[in-house]
């Protein structure tokens, strides 16, 4: 089956930092990418998605490219703010699932 | 309206207690799900509907029945629970099974459930 490997948190930056979170993935065939976030006390939202290699999923300034040769999916934002805290999960999809990464969680100080 | 409501949004219950989780879409998916996350873990499938009838239950245990009246409304039966299965249950739609292109999956705001 599918794996997702994100790095470990928490992620602590000053609001403005550049933000990198890093995620591989294993997968056969050809997943869908996705980046979901949860917010404190929340379900979870789609940030931003790719469905192909060299796709680039982008929402809210986060970006992340689907890269097949390295089976990698990071997601990144220029400037991070206090609103960006919470936490991130980097997910592939194939067949009738979903394969979640343990998640990442950001913390955002002025 | 690209929203997944469930209701009620706590619920503290005995192990001997019989209560339902509900779970609502109005997009037209024809995919629905239950899952299960403890604090600080992803989400674990518990079930997955697709078009009214069950497709995979992830080997859970019969103290979770779920149920699809129709499109729209998903439902967890929960019946003699563990302290253990205090957890947030979220519930999921998407237009058809997750993986597709266009079957990114919406996720309600869940229900925290405390079993004492």
């Known amino acids: 089956g599918n794996s997702v490997t994100q790095m470990e948190g928490p992620v602590t930056l000053s609001e403005e930092a550049f933000l990198t979170i890093n995620c591989t993935y294993t997968a056969t065939g050809y997943p869908s990418l996705f980046w979901y976030v949860q917010y404190p006390g929340e379900g979870l939202q789609l940030l931003l998605k790719a469905t192909k290699a060299d796709d680039k999923g982008s929402n809210k300034g986060f970006e992340a490219t689907y890269r097949k040769e390295t089976t990698s999916f990071h997601l990144e934002k220029g400037s991070v703010q206090v609103s960006d805290s919470a936490v991130y999960f980097c997910v592939t999809g194939t067949a009738s699932k979903l394969t979640f990464g343990t998640g990442t969680r950001l913390q955002v100080t002025l | 309206d690209t929203e997944v409501t469930q209701t009620p949004k706590h619920l503290v219950m005995g192990m001997t207690n019989k209560k339902s989780l509900k779970c609502e879409q109005h997009?037209?998916?024809?995919?629905m799900y239950w899952y299960k996350q403890k604090a600080k873990k992803p989400p674990e499938l518990m079930f997955v509907?697709?078009?009214?009838?069950?497709?995979i239950n992830e080997s859970v245990p019969s103290r979770f029945s779920p149920e699809c009246p129709n499109s729209s409304l998903l439902n967890l039966h929960l019946h003699a629970l563990q302290p253990e299965d205090s957890a947030l249950y979220l519930c999921?739609?998407?237009?058809?099974?997750?993986?597709?292109?266009?079957?990114?999956?919406?996720f309600g705001p869940g229900t925290r459930l405390t079993v004492l």
């Open positions: 999921a739609s998407s237009q058809g099974l997750a993986g597709g292109p266009y079957n990114e999956q919406f």
């Open positions: 509907y697709s078009y009214e009838k069950l497709s």
């Open positions: 997009m037209g998916h024809r995919a």
